[in-house]
């Protein structure tokens, strides 16, 4: 079955740096793109980033574009999320995620806390 493994997640100073990875299993992982969401407490879930299955394309909300980074290895089954200057609005838990079979599939996320 499709699986989701979020880490690299933590506590970081604002200005930091974090990196995310998800690892996956349990379907074509290379055919699929791959996206990573966050959700703040008390707000909605929301897309920060997608990369292609190729990793050829990516797109950003606009809140986190030119501060984060989304990446693949084929390879290692894996989507990767640097976080780089992060603010303290980018505290969330941040999920990856894949539409597989016409469904959608999560991870368990990780916790990323923006403090100083």
Known sequence: QVQLVESGGGLVQPGGS??????????TFSSYAMSWYRQAPGK??????????TGGSTNYADSVKGRFTISRDNAK????????????????????????????????????????
């Open 44 to 53: 909605e879930r929301e897309l920060v980033a997608t990369i292609t299955s």
């Open 77 to 116: 089954n894996t989507v990767y999320l640097q976080m780089n200057s992060v603010k303290f609005e980018d505290t969330a838990v941040y999920y990856c995620n894949v539409l597989w079979g016409f469904r959608y599939y999560w991870g368990q996320g990780t916790q990323v806390t923006v403090s100083s």
């Open 18 to 27: 974090l990196r995310l990875s998800c690892s996956a299993s349990g379907f």
